[in-house]
Protein backbone atom coordinates (compact mmCIF):
# COMPACT_ATOMS: atom_id res chain seq x y z
CA UNK A 1 0.00 0.00 0.00
CA UNK A 2 1.04 3.51 -0.80
CA UNK A 3 2.46 5.53 1.90
CA UNK A 4 -0.11 8.38 2.70
CA UNK A 5 1.37 11.79 1.48
CA UNK A 6 1.17 15.71 2.61
CA UNK A 7 3.25 18.29 1.79
CA UNK A 8 4.55 21.12 4.92
CA UNK A 9 5.65 24.65 4.11
CA UNK A 10 8.73 24.60 5.43
CA UNK A 11 10.10 27.82 6.59
CA UNK A 12 13.20 26.43 8.33
CA UNK A 13 11.72 28.40 11.92
CA UNK A 14 10.73 26.48 14.94
CA UNK A 15 6.37 26.32 14.14
CA UNK A 16 7.33 25.00 11.00
CA UNK A 17 9.74 22.46 11.71
CA UNK A 18 7.45 20.74 14.30
CA UNK A 19 4.39 20.76 12.09
CA UNK A 20 7.31 18.83 9.60
CA UNK A 21 7.79 16.20 12.59
CA UNK A 22 4.08 15.87 13.52
CA UNK A 23 3.15 14.93 9.98
CA UNK A 24 6.26 12.47 9.90
CA UNK A 25 5.10 10.70 13.16
CA UNK A 26 1.17 10.75 11.82
CA UNK A 27 2.85 8.51 8.91
CA UNK A 28 2.52 10.83 6.15
CA UNK A 29 5.14 11.02 3.05
CA UNK A 30 6.53 14.52 3.57
CA UNK A 31 7.06 16.55 0.57
CA UNK A 32 8.81 19.75 2.44
CA UNK A 33 7.98 22.74 -0.13
CA UNK A 34 10.04 26.35 1.07
CA UNK A 35 10.08 29.91 -0.89
CA UNK A 36 13.22 31.70 -1.97
CA UNK A 37 10.48 34.97 -1.87
CA UNK A 38 12.76 37.48 -1.94
CA UNK A 39 13.22 37.92 2.01
CA UNK A 40 16.51 39.95 3.43
CA UNK A 41 18.53 36.91 4.20
CA UNK A 42 18.81 33.35 3.51
CA UNK A 43 19.82 32.19 7.14
CA UNK A 44 15.59 30.57 6.98
CA UNK A 45 15.76 28.61 4.07
CA UNK A 46 19.53 27.38 4.79
CA UNK A 47 17.81 26.08 8.26
CA UNK A 48 15.30 24.65 6.20
CA UNK A 49 17.06 22.68 4.02
CA UNK A 50 19.17 21.27 6.41
CA UNK A 51 15.62 20.38 8.87
CA UNK A 52 14.56 18.92 5.94
CA UNK A 53 17.97 16.38 5.69
CA UNK A 54 17.94 15.83 9.96
CA UNK A 55 13.94 14.51 9.73
CA UNK A 56 15.16 12.35 6.76
CA UNK A 57 12.89 14.68 4.42
CA UNK A 58 13.49 12.94 0.99
CA UNK A 59 11.63 15.46 -1.09
CA UNK A 60 12.21 19.25 -0.83
CA UNK A 61 11.22 21.57 -3.45
CA UNK A 62 12.64 24.86 -3.08
CA UNK A 63 10.52 27.62 -5.78
CA UNK A 64 11.70 31.09 -6.28
CA UNK A 65 8.46 33.83 -5.91
CA UNK A 66 9.67 37.23 -5.46
CA UNK A 67 7.30 39.14 -3.49
CA UNK A 68 10.07 41.86 -2.47
CA UNK A 69 9.36 43.31 -6.22
CA UNK A 70 7.06 45.71 -4.82
CA UNK A 71 7.77 45.68 -0.82
CA UNK A 72 5.33 46.45 1.62
CA UNK A 73 7.24 44.58 4.38
CA UNK A 74 10.58 45.10 6.61
CA UNK A 75 11.71 41.40 5.76
CA UNK A 76 11.52 41.92 2.18
CA UNK A 77 12.47 45.63 1.89
CA UNK A 78 16.05 46.41 3.32
CA UNK A 79 15.11 50.47 3.37
CA UNK A 80 12.97 49.51 6.02
CA UNK A 81 13.73 48.92 10.02
CA UNK A 82 12.95 45.60 11.74
CA UNK A 83 10.72 46.58 14.94
CA UNK A 84 12.97 45.67 17.59
CA UNK A 85 10.30 47.50 20.84
CA UNK A 86 8.13 44.64 21.16
CA UNK A 87 4.75 43.13 20.24
CA UNK A 88 2.41 46.38 20.40
CA UNK A 89 -1.74 45.14 20.84
CA UNK A 90 -4.12 45.61 17.81
CA UNK A 91 -1.31 46.83 15.52
CA UNK A 92 -0.05 44.50 12.23
CA UNK A 93 3.57 44.97 12.51
CA UNK A 94 6.11 45.99 9.57
CA UNK A 95 7.25 42.35 9.40
CA UNK A 96 4.08 41.04 8.22
CA UNK A 97 4.77 40.19 3.99
CA UNK A 98 1.15 41.37 2.28
CA UNK A 99 -0.19 37.86 0.41
CA UNK A 100 2.48 35.68 1.66
CA UNK A 101 0.51 32.92 3.22
CA UNK A 102 -2.14 33.42 0.83
CA UNK A 103 0.32 32.72 -2.14
CA UNK A 104 2.21 30.12 -0.48
CA UNK A 105 -0.92 27.85 0.08
CA UNK A 106 -1.63 28.31 -3.41
CA UNK A 107 1.53 26.76 -4.69
CA UNK A 108 1.40 24.22 -2.15
CA UNK A 109 -2.82 23.09 -3.26
CA UNK A 110 -0.70 23.16 -6.78
CA UNK A 111 1.75 20.49 -5.41
CA UNK A 112 -0.24 18.86 -3.75
CA UNK A 113 -2.80 17.74 -6.40
CA UNK A 114 0.12 16.89 -8.93
CA UNK A 115 1.60 14.88 -6.11
CA UNK A 116 -1.69 13.06 -5.20
CA UNK A 117 -1.05 14.67 -1.59
CA UNK A 118 -4.11 14.73 0.12
CA UNK A 119 -2.87 17.01 3.64
CA UNK A 120 -1.27 20.04 3.79
CA UNK A 121 0.45 20.85 6.57
CA UNK A 122 1.16 24.55 8.06
CA UNK A 123 3.04 26.06 10.65
CA UNK A 124 0.18 29.04 11.31
CA UNK A 125 -0.24 30.09 14.91
CA UNK A 126 -2.74 32.44 16.12
CA UNK A 127 -2.04 32.65 19.65
CA UNK A 128 2.09 34.16 20.61
CA UNK A 129 1.76 35.81 17.10
CA UNK A 130 2.76 39.47 15.64
CA UNK A 131 -1.25 39.81 14.77
CA UNK A 132 -0.86 38.67 11.32
CA UNK A 133 -3.93 38.38 9.56
CA UNK A 134 -3.15 34.82 7.29
CA UNK A 135 -2.37 33.42 10.81
CA UNK A 136 -5.76 32.81 12.28
CA UNK A 137 -8.21 29.85 12.40
CA UNK A 138 -11.09 32.39 10.23
CA UNK A 139 -8.46 32.64 7.35
CA UNK A 140 -7.43 29.02 7.18
CA UNK A 141 -11.20 28.05 7.18
CA UNK A 142 -12.05 30.48 3.96
CA UNK A 143 -9.23 29.15 2.26
CA UNK A 144 -10.53 25.48 2.72
CA UNK A 145 -13.92 26.42 1.30
CA UNK A 146 -11.65 27.75 -1.84
CA UNK A 147 -9.86 24.58 -1.61
CA UNK A 148 -12.99 22.42 -1.56
CA UNK A 149 -13.70 24.38 -5.07
CA UNK A 150 -10.78 25.13 -6.64
CA UNK A 151 -9.18 22.03 -8.12
CA UNK A 152 -10.04 19.10 -10.22
CA UNK A 153 -9.20 15.84 -7.25
CA UNK A 154 -11.71 18.03 -4.48
CA UNK A 155 -14.27 17.94 -7.39
CA UNK A 156 -13.51 14.22 -7.90
CA UNK A 157 -14.24 13.84 -3.98
CA UNK A 158 -10.82 14.22 -3.02
CA UNK A 159 -10.84 17.26 -1.13
CA UNK A 160 -7.14 18.35 0.44
CA UNK A 161 -6.98 19.42 3.88
CA UNK A 162 -5.18 22.45 4.82
CA UNK A 163 -3.95 20.89 8.60
CA UNK A 164 -2.60 23.72 11.32
CA UNK A 165 -1.87 21.59 14.12
CA UNK A 166 -0.09 24.60 16.09
CA UNK A 167 -2.66 27.18 15.17
CA UNK A 168 -4.21 27.27 18.54
CA UNK A 169 -1.26 26.31 20.85
CA UNK A 170 1.17 29.11 22.67
CA UNK A 171 4.65 28.98 21.66
CA UNK A 172 5.78 27.08 24.95
CA UNK A 173 3.11 24.96 23.99
CA UNK A 174 5.19 24.75 20.35
CA UNK A 175 8.38 23.89 21.90
CA UNK A 176 7.26 21.28 24.46
CA UNK A 177 5.86 19.61 21.49
CA UNK A 178 9.16 20.21 19.23
CA UNK A 179 11.14 18.49 22.37
CA UNK A 180 8.76 15.71 22.57
CA UNK A 181 8.67 14.54 18.79
CA UNK A 182 12.58 15.44 18.81
CA UNK A 183 12.43 18.68 16.69
CA UNK A 184 16.42 19.96 16.38
CA UNK A 185 15.38 23.27 17.72
CA UNK A 186 19.16 24.30 17.78
CA UNK A 187 18.90 24.04 13.84
CA UNK A 188 15.53 26.08 13.42
CA UNK A 189 15.96 29.91 12.50
CA UNK A 190 13.12 32.34 13.96
CA UNK A 191 15.50 35.57 14.02
CA UNK A 192 14.30 38.37 11.35
CA UNK A 193 17.61 39.64 10.76
CA UNK A 194 20.41 37.20 8.87
CA UNK A 195 23.32 37.70 11.03
CA UNK A 196 25.49 35.43 12.10
CA UNK A 197 23.82 34.67 15.49
CA UNK A 198 19.61 35.71 16.29
CA UNK A 199 19.41 39.59 17.55
CA UNK A 200 17.13 38.31 20.30
CA UNK A 201 15.35 41.64 20.19
CA UNK A 202 13.31 40.86 16.96
CA UNK A 203 9.69 40.13 18.06
CA UNK A 204 10.41 36.57 16.81
CA UNK A 205 13.38 36.18 18.66
CA UNK A 206 11.24 37.59 21.82
CA UNK A 207 8.47 35.01 21.58
CA UNK A 208 10.90 32.20 20.94
CA UNK A 209 13.27 32.97 23.57
CA UNK A 210 10.64 33.53 26.41
CA UNK A 211 8.88 30.28 25.23
CA UNK A 212 12.09 28.00 25.47
CA UNK A 213 12.72 29.66 28.86
CA UNK A 214 9.46 28.98 30.77
CA UNK A 215 10.02 25.40 29.06
CA UNK A 216 12.73 25.07 30.80
CA UNK A 217 15.37 25.11 28.16
CA UNK A 218 16.85 28.50 28.52
CA UNK A 219 19.79 26.89 26.99
CA UNK A 220 18.50 26.61 23.82
CA UNK A 221 17.55 30.76 23.90
CA UNK A 222 19.62 33.38 22.69
CA UNK A 223 19.41 35.67 25.79
CA UNK A 224 18.81 33.39 28.31
CA UNK A 225 20.16 35.58 31.12
Not at 25 to 53: C, D
Not at 59 to 81: C, F, K, P, R, Y
Not at 122 to 135: F, H, R, T
Not at 202 to 208: A, F
Request: contains cysteine.
Amino acid sequence: MNQKKAVVLLSGGLDSATVAAIAIAEGYEVIALSFRYGQRHQKELAAAQKIAHLLEIKEHVILDVNLSQWGGSSLTDATMEIPQDGIVSDIIPSTYVPGRNTVFIAIALALAEAKNARTIFLGINAVDYSGYPDCRPEYLAAYQKLANLSSKAAIEGHNIQLQAPLVKDSKVDIVKRALALGVPIEHTWSCYQGQEVPCGVCDSCRIRDRALIEAGRSDLATHPA
